[in-house]
């Protein structure tokens, strides 16, 4: 099993440009999750999923949009890039329930100048 | 929601146990307490999880305090790999719940 893949693994924006990662996952997950991490702080949930075809909004969800439409697959996607988006994206799929872990992907580096 | 504290920094003697403190006095008693790492330039992974009686696998030993206000990480033999950020997170039973990761202690691991 590859677990979670995101792609692209780097990416450098110019202000106003749009772009999408993809994560995928092979376990079968009900849940997907993005987050962000910026230097020196943790991590803040963006948007998640719990089911193909449903996402709501998590902490930071201004600037992104997201789609579900495969069970396997959550897309983050960023309509007029900014600065302040210059993150690491982190994807995460889990089982339904808070009592199962969530798996991360490696992480996505973004740059926007 | 409930909220955990954590110190900033820790360090440790590699090959001696470490205790990673949590306090969370405000948990509900639906909450379970998770633990993840993160290691430098990569994603957090899963290291244990439990909701009353204390919990252990390959990786870790996680104690809760009698009252549930507190947790305690504890890697019983500290290796250079073990060096990471460390969060300790809350999560309610019945369906997701919007969590929250803060800043974890980093761990340094003294050879």
């Known amino acids: 099993n590859a677990g979670v893949t995101q792609t692209p693994k780097f990416r450098v924006l110019k202000t106003g440009q749009s772009m999408t990662l993809l994560c995928a996952q092979d376990?079968?997950?009900?849940?997907m999750y993005w987050y962000r991490q910026d230097p020196g702080m943790g991590l803040r949930l963006i948007h998640y999923?719990?089911?193909?075809?449903?996402?709501a909004k998590g902490e930071v969800p201004d600037g992104y949009n997201v789609s579900r439409l495969k069970k396997q697959n959550f897309l983050l996607g960023l309509e007029s890039a900014a600065p302040s988006q210059t993150s690491v994206y982190f994807c995460?799929?889990?089982?339904?329930?808070?009592?199962?872990?969530?798996?991360f992907g490696p992480g996505t580096r973004l740059t926007v100048t | 929601d409930a909220k955990t504290t954590q110190p900033n920094s820790m360090e440790s003697n590699e090959e001696e146990p470490v205790h990673l403190p949590c306090n969370h006095s405000?948990?509900?008693?639906?909450?379970?307490i998770h633990w993840y790492r993160q290691l430098p330039s990569q994603g957090p992974e899963y290291v244990i999880h439990?909701?009353?009686s204390n919990v252990n696998n390959r990786m870790a030993s996680l104690a809760i305090a009698e009252d549930r206000k507190s947790s305690t990480l504890i890697l019983h033999r500290a290796t250079l790999r073990d060096a990471a950020v460390y969060y300790c997170?809350?999560?309610?039973?019945?369906?997701?719940?919007?969590?929250?990761f803060g800043t974890g202690t980093k761990l340094q691991v003294i050879p």
């Open positions: 995460a799929s889990s089982y339904a329930g808070s009592s199962y872990e969530q798996y």
């Open positions: 376990m079968n997950h009900e849940y």
């Open positions: 999923s719990v089911g193909e075809g449903t996402t």
């Open positions: 405000t948990i509900s008693g639906t909450d379970y």
């Open positions: 439990g909701l009353t």
């Open positions: 997170i809350l999560r309610r039973v019945g369906g997701y719940q919007k969590v929250t």
